[in-house]
């Protein structure tokens, strides 16, 4: 039996592949320096790493890291979680599905489709889902694997799926990728990856506005008006499109659109994906992990249609300074849908610094000077005791914020 110690074993993809790989029988020791899923202490993972096979590593484990310094040491393999991931996949007719956007949320939807009707598959996602036995993975005995592939980084081209969709595309990761024709470039390595046979399933209006990517021959275009008719407990028009997406690929694995569409009836949604956490002062409190200009404007315009006459309230937690810099105008239109904003320091994995706040507090301001209703605020979640009753708080959030605000509203 293989054994290997997993080294950031917090993080989504790596909890999902390590739940994957316990299953199929391998031994997995888990540390993480966040402590939040740590199974071990960090002496008890070295003392561990000595009589493991390899040591799978996220990204954020640079070499320095004491355990990847003893796997060295002992000559311990080291594989990135990337690379697992792949190796993973090469028993499983792979189906991968990737997006600049909307990615989660399409490979859960056809994740449930999939399992509703019979097919078994063995899911991993990079948010949870409820139903799924390892929350954001599950083992099945079926000959599928529907697995969310990661661009960043061009971590994605460690799959050779067998067949894929492709969301989205569009700049984000500034920190990986130089451009938009550099993300381009990522995405046809990446469509070009399709076995033989296999069908790449894209939004029609996407394929379009990249007329530079050499895409495979059997590349399958939705159109809006193949969005099915449908109730989502995610709104708007991008979750319809992802559900069109999702349907489509069902339909070449041999499930009718009719079985997709009532699988789709019975959807349990994802965390963090205009998640509702509960209620104070008779405001509705909303988790999202939006962190891009478009994701964050196509879930407030998803928003107006739940609540078309309520105050919509957004608190923007910002990942990362680069992000918020590189498209600072776009995240000024982004909000500008809400109908007023608290902005709070951007999230940095190793702390906040002083030219953090003051990208935060340059957004806030650019904000006010177009008209819309904005504030800063050190402390995330103060006004939550503040909220009007009827109205909706959107927290959009990919680092500490989200914890926060559960706290709260927990407490009631």
Do not use: W
Request: net charge negative; glycine share 8%.
């Amino acid at each position: 039996m293989r054994s290997s110690v997993f080294l950031g074993i917090g993080g989504a993809g790596m909890r999902g592949l390590a739940y994957l790989l316990r299953e199929s029988g391998e031994s997995i020791i888990g540390f993480d320096d966040t402590h939040e899923e740590t199974e071990v202490s960090l002496e008890e993972a070295i003392a561990a790493l000595a009589h493991a096979d390899r040591l799978v590593y996220t990204d954020a484990a640079v070499p320095e890291h004491p355990l990847r310094i003893a796997a060295e040491k002992n000559h311990i393999e080291q594989v990135p979680y990337q690379q697992a991931l792949g190796e993973f996949s090469q028993d499983y007719e792979t189906i991968a599905i990737t997006g600049t956007h909307g990615k989660s949320s399409t490979t859960a939807l056809l994740a449930h489709i999939c399992i509703e009707s019979g097919l078994d598959p063995s899911v991993l996602i990079g948010a949870s889902m409820g139903g799924l036995r390892g929350k954001h993975a599950q083992k099945g005995k079926g000959r599928y694997f529907i697995v969310e592939a990661d661009e960043y980084r061009k971590h994605f081209l460690e799959l050779s799926p067998a067949h894929s969709i492709i969301t989205t595309i569009d700049f984000d990761h500034p920190d990986a990728f130089s451009s938009l024709e550099d993300v381009e470039q990522a995405y046809e390595e990446f469509s070009m990856k399709l076995k033989p046979n296999g069908f790449l399933i894209i939004p029609e209006h996407e394929k379009s506005a990249h007329p530079n990517i050499v895409f495979p021959t059997n590349t399958i275009e939705i159109k809006e008006s193949d969005i099915p008719i449908i109730h989502l407990p995610l709104p708007g028009k991008h979750m319809r499109m992802n559900a069109a997406l999702a349907v489509a690929l069902a339909e070449k694995i041999g499930i009718s659109k009719e079985s997709s569409l009532a699988a789709l009836q019975t959807f349990p949604g994802l965390s963090r994906r205009f998640e509702l956490l509960g209620t104070i002062n008779g405001c509705d409190i909303r988790s999202d992990y939006g962190h891009h200009p478009a994701e964050i404007a196509a879930t407030i315009t998803g928003a107006r249609e739940v609540y078309p006459d309520k105050t919509i309230t957004v608190v923007f937690e910002a990942h990362m300074p680069l992000r918020l810099r590189t498209f600072l105008p776009d995240f000024v239109r982004a909000l500008s849908l809400a109908d007023d904003v608290v902005i709070v320091p951007p999230f940095i994995p190793a702390g906040r610094d002083k030219g953090a706040q003051e990208d935060a507090l340059r957004l806030k301001n650019e904000l006010s000077a177009q008209g819309t209703l904005a504030t800063y605020n050190e402390n995330s979640v103060d006004f939550l005791h503040h909220v009007k009753n009827g109205s909706l708080a959107l927290f959009f959030s990919a680092g500490p914020l989200d914890a926060a605000v559960r706290k709260t509203v927990n407490k009631g």
